[in-house]
């Protein structure tokens, strides 16, 4: 469903992406990993338009993405969903309002909004909480409404940019946990950018590493980490071995 071809992108002399390939099945869960600054946000920034890439093309369902305009890229934006490795909430609004803002805003009448809002809140355990503000919730439970407002938009396509890194350990595996029953229980195609490993091995159909604004190796997690090719797969072998 997503394919990208020859991406670049660089921030004055700083290249973020050089010559980025990926084909992304239907139903399919990718995991990109790699080191710090290796393009993985910039990647999945551009699937948006989050980013602008300067060449490159990106076809989601046929549609060349990079060229949307207008109301084409709104609708189109509809239909991928982002979690932030920052919650980015609305602070002065309560938890069901974060969910429903969202789906007003994208065009959705409020009935249909607040069922979808229930509908998501509940998915990720966050229901009981609806009236609550984000401040008055812990990291995770955060990151759960932020989840929520991505699902809330039924996408044919979640992009999750770390959505773990910003929380406190013991509260990253309430987080994974979600996730996990997630990509078990919808058909949705998921690109997930993280450092979680251990979760990477159980989810991923398929596991990209990034270096230095490439992709450098591709493949199953079991061949990826125990058979890499790549100076980083090795890398995270080791890690994995401990
Ligand atoms: N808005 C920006 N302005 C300038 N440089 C940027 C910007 N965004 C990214 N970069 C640079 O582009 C490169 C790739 O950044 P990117 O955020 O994609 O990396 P990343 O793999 O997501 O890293 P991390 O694991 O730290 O999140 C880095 O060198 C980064 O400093
Ligand atoms: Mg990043």
Redesign the pocket.
């Known amino acids: 469903m997503l394919q990208i071809r020859d991406l670049y992108k660089s ?1 004055g002399k ?1 290249v ?1 992406l050089n010559g980025v390939n990926l084909d992304v099945k239907r139903g399919e869960t990718l995991v990109i990993m ?1 080191p ?8 999945i920034r551009c699937i948006n338009r989050l980013t602008e890439p300067d060449q490159g093309s990106i076809v989601v369902d046929g549609k060349a993405v990079l060229e949307l305009q207008g109301e084409a890229l709104r609708a189109y934006r509809r239909n991928v969903g982002f979690v932030f490795q920052q919650f980015n909430l609305i602070n002065r609004l309560t938890v069901f309002d974060n969910v429903i803002f969202h789906l007003v805003l994208a065009g959705v009448e409020r009935d249909l909004a607040e069922e979808r809002a229930e509908q998501a809140l509940r998915k990720v355990g966050m229901l009981k909480h609806r009236h609550k503000k984000p401040t008055n919730l812990s990291g995770g439970e955060q990151q759960r409404v932020g989840i929520a407002r991505a699902l809330a938009s039924n996408p044919d396509l979640m992009l999750w940019d ?1 959505p773990t890194a910003s929380l406190d350990p013991i509260l990253v595996g309430e987080v994974l946990e979600v996730m996990e029953e997630l990509v078990r229980t919808t058909q949705t195609t998921m690109v997930i ?1 993280t450092h979680e490993v251990s979760f990477a091995l159980k989810v991923a159909d398929r596991i990209v590493l ?1 270096d230095q604004g490439q992709i450098v190796e591709a493949g199953s997690p079991q061949a990826v980490f125990n058979a890499p090719k790549s100076e980083i797969g090795r890398k995270y072998q080791k890690l994995i071995a401990g």
């Open positions: 921030y700083q973020a790699g710090s600054g290796c393009g993985k946000s910039t990647t770390e950018v990034m």
